[in-house]
Nanobody, 124 residues
Framework: QVQLVESGGGLVQAGGSLSLSCTAS????????MAWFRQAPGKEREFVAG????????YYSESMKGRFTISRDNARNTMYLQMNNLKPQDTAVYYC?????????????????WGQGTQVTVSS
């Protein structure tokens, strides 16, 4: 069993920055691929960014490229999402996710574990 706990959400003005963290416990952190997803009101949960198990290769949704940076620290069992130049359309609940079944995680179909989510609100 894996537990994922997000932190760092909040309210920010458009153009501002926020940093999210996801701390994992329960299994060896470096054995699972991880990702951030988000869900806005009335919309489906969507992929934001992913990072591989040990090599740390990263993947981004097209609309986040250049603005968001995903990273992980296997020694601290923590994944991060640095979000810059935030836009009102980035407002959503952001979820941390993990999988053991794939080397990369870009779809909700492959998620084995979810965090509880953290709210990010960007005002215009």
């Amino acid at each position: 069993q894996v537990q994922l706990v997000e932190s760092g959400g909040g309210l920010v003005q458009a153009g501002g920055s926020l940093s999210l963290s996801c701390t994992a416990s329960g299994r060896t952190f470096s054995t699972y691929a991880m990702a951030w997803f988000r869900q806005a009101p009335g919309k489906e949960r969507e992929f934001v960014a992913g990072i591989t198990r040990s090599t740390g290769n990263t993947y981004y949704s097209e609309s986040m490229k250049g603005r968001f940076t995903i990273s992980r620290d296997n020694a601290r069992n923590t994944m991060y999402l640095q979000m810059n130049n935030l836009k009102p359309q980035d407002t959503a609940v952001y979820y941390c996710a993990a999988t053991f079944r794939k080397a990369t995680l870009t779809s909700t179909e492959w998620v084995d574990y979810w965090g509880q989510g953290t709210q990010v609100t960007v005002s215009s």
